[in-house]
């Protein structure tokens, strides 16, 4: 199903617009020209930092990346292997919060209840635009990067890793990174940003994390293992409402899907027991690439161990009950058991059995 905007983000989108820049969301071609500008700006400094200063990056912002962030973070939420209704933390950071996604996403649906929320932004612009715009937060003013780990904390780090990547304070930030026991990371789907974040995985992994999502088992990634160009990266499907379609009718690109690469890490006991018990113990694949239907048969590429793994059924056994259809990205399967497995350690053929 489509993923959509919620109707309250869009109204605070709407009233920042109009009160601090006096254009209205049915502006289309305006809007159009300051995205276009951001874009080329990121497209041609890709290591630069966010140029909030200038009105056309703040509008930029406010139209486009808040609300694409906003549902690839939703996205992101939507593929734990269960639902979260209450945060298990009592502290939330969002590090390099921009117009903070994030902090919209647990505030609309009501995930911070009795959790604080702290956004911490080296410019103090985005945080000013996020007060006027009504999201309830406290500032920080400079993160702690001490790296005890701190009990119940979350932090999420979305589209600012890559920001940070020439910052000398990197190496901070990245030890940093292990004082959370929930983390929430979220890059764009590009192969830098997917490799980089497997190289994360594997920190991660080495510092008693457990991987939430996108990954069903904790074994090396077979993406990172068996090649130098593959990166685990998600796509979903977008609805967007009609202001955005006028917008994007003026932008020489379109999004009808977004993508994203992303980590969902915790060292939370009660967390990590109930996941040993459901998807780790158990024979569950994630389906990370598009069906392919070739000659004869079709193929989905799956993820559930260290190999390259492709479920593999002959169109001719389509009817049978063995055959798992309908297959989306990011949907966690389980591996029947009428299979037979073939191939090597770098790619393996999961053939579906008829059970006729
Ligand atoms: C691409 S924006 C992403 C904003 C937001 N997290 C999102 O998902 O839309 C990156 C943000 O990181 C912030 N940033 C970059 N370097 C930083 C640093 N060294 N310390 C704190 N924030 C930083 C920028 O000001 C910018 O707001």
Redesign the pocket.
């Known amino acids: 199903m489509a993923l959509t905007l919620p109707s309250d983000l869009v109204r605070a989108i709407e009233n920042l617009l109009t009160k601090q820049f006096s254009l209205r969301l049915s502006d289309g071609r305006s809007l159009a020209e300051h995205v276009k500008r951001l874009s080329d700006y990121?497209l041609k400094f890709p290591y630069a930092?966010?140029p909030?200063q200038e009105k056309w990056c703040q509008i930029a912002?406010l139209v486009y990346?808040?609300p694409l962030?906003?549902l690839?973070?939703q996205a992101a939420w939507s593929r734990l292997p269960w639902k979260l209704d209450v945060l298990p933390v009592s502290q939330w950071t969002?590090?390099?919060?921009?117009?903070?996604?994030?902090g919209w996403y647990l505030h609309l649906n009501s995930l911070i209840k009795d959790v604080r929320l702290f956004l911490?932004?080296?410019?103090p612009?985005?945080l000013k635009m996020l007060r006027l715009m009504g999201l309830p937060f406290q500032q920080m003013k400079q993160?702690n990067w001490a790296t005890e780990p701190k009990s119940s904390h979350g932090a999420?780090?979305?589209?600012?890793l890559?920001?940070?990547e020439k910052?000398e304070?990197r190496d901070k930030?990245h030890k940093g990174l292990w004082q959370f026991p929930f983390l929430f990371i979220?890059e764009p789907g590009l192969q830098h940003d997917g490799r980089y974040l497997l190289k994360i995985r594997e920190e991660a992994l080495k510092n008693n994390y457990f991987v939430l999502a996108p990954c069903t088992h904790h074994q090396p990634c077979p993406l990172k293992q068996h090649s130098k160009t593959d990166w685990c990266h998600d796509r979903v499907l977008i609805s967007i409402p009609e202001w955005m379609k006028e917008l994007q009718h003026y932008l020489p690109f379109k999004n009808h899907s977004l993508t994203f690469s992303y980590l969902i890490l915790t060292t939370l006991p009660a967390l990590k027991n109930h996941y040993e018990s459901t998807v780790l113990s158990a024979s569950k694949a994630r389906v990370i690439g598009d069906t392919l239907n070739l000659k004869g048969k079709i193929q989905q590429a799956v993820c559930w161990n260290d190999t390259r793994s492709f479920l593999t059924y002959l169109k001719r056994d389509i009817n049978s009950q063995a055959i798992l259809t309908d297959l989306t990205r990011g949907q966690i399967i389980d591996i029947p058991s009428s299979m037979t497995v073939q191939g090597t350690k770098e790619r393996l053929e999961i053939r579906l059995k008829s059970t006729k």
Not at 156 to 160: A, E, M, R
């Open positions: 990121y930092t966010t909030w912002q990346f808040l962030n906003y690839r973070i969002d590090v390099g919060c921009g117009l903070s996604p994030m911490y932004d080296h410019d612009i985005p993160p999420s780090f979305t589209f600012v890559t920001e940070l910052d304070q930030w979220v």
